[in-house]
């Protein structure tokens, strides 16, 4: 256990929290059915897996780990048991209180949790704070002016020059908030040792956004998108120094 966590087994599942609710959290904070009317689904991105949960000091996002694609057709929920270190919702815990720690506008992890299904397989889940008044990138395309495109541009910058890899970095995992930008859902995500200017994972996170971008962007002949672009690519190509460098 580290300071940033601490890890409890309650029957067949197994927590790490955060120390700010260390004395809160409950298994059945990770079922939405406990939270009744205090759950809402997260209505922009979140695939029917997402929950904003709230209680009289707790505002948080209840996210289920769920299977893509072809492959959700014989196993939605369960994925493959080799080490805890590898669970899916405790990597992304521990990422988070990385980057938290660098400074990173993340949202602060809450508590994850997994629970065996049998020797080979697991389910998992993860809370972590909600962003409050904050609306993904994808709702907003056609409103931002390139001031805001810049600003994207540069908080992504932030990342990729600390070396953080985002899994899936499209327009609904980017929230903006006035003259702010977060960064969200950062399963299968991970702090890389190349973050030099033409490692190719970064290119391959540009691409994706992109591709993202245009197809929420509605822009027929593309000129719309092409100007924002631009403007997220000089905010991205504006030198800055890595957070939480020593």
């Known amino acids: 256990m580290s300071g940033s966590e601490i890890c ?59 299977r893509g694609g072809l492959i959700a057709r014989l196993s939605e929920k369960n994925y493959v048991f080799t080490t805890e270190s590898r669970v899916r919702s405790f990597a992304e815990f521990r990422l988070l209180n990385r980057m938290v720690g660098m400074g990173l506008p993340v949202p602060r992890p809450v508590a994850a949790m997994y629970r065996k299904i049998n020797p080979l397989r697991y389910e998992a889940a993860i809370i972590v704070e909600r962003l409050e008044n904050t609306k993904p990138l994808a709702d907003l395309v056609s409103s931002l002016d390139d001031e805001d495109w810049y600003r994207v541009g540069r908080t992504v910058r932030q990342f990729h020059d600390a070396g953080i890899q985002h899994a899936d970095l499209n327009c609904f995992n980017i929230l903006l908030r006035g003259g702010e930008a977060f960064l969200i859902d950062f399963d299968r995500g991970r702090l890389v040792g190349d973050s030099a200017p033409g490692a190719g994972w970064k290119k391959t996170n540009l691409d994706r956004l992109h591709r993202s971008l245009s197809k929420v962007s509605g822009d027929a002949d593309g000129d719309s998108l092409r100007r924002s672009w631009q403007a997220f690519m000089r905010g991205y190509q504006s030198p800055l120094s890595t957070p939480g460098a020593a």
């Open 8 to 66: 409890l087994r309650d029957g067949v599942e197994v927590m790490l929290i955060h120390p700010a609710y260390k004395d809160r959290v409950e298994a059945r904070w990770f079922h939405p059915g406990f939270w009744g009317a205090r759950a809402r689904p997260v209505d922009s991105g979140g695939r029917g897996s997402a929950w904003f949960i709230s209680d009289d000091d707790v505002s948080a996002v209840l996210r289920e780990y769920r």
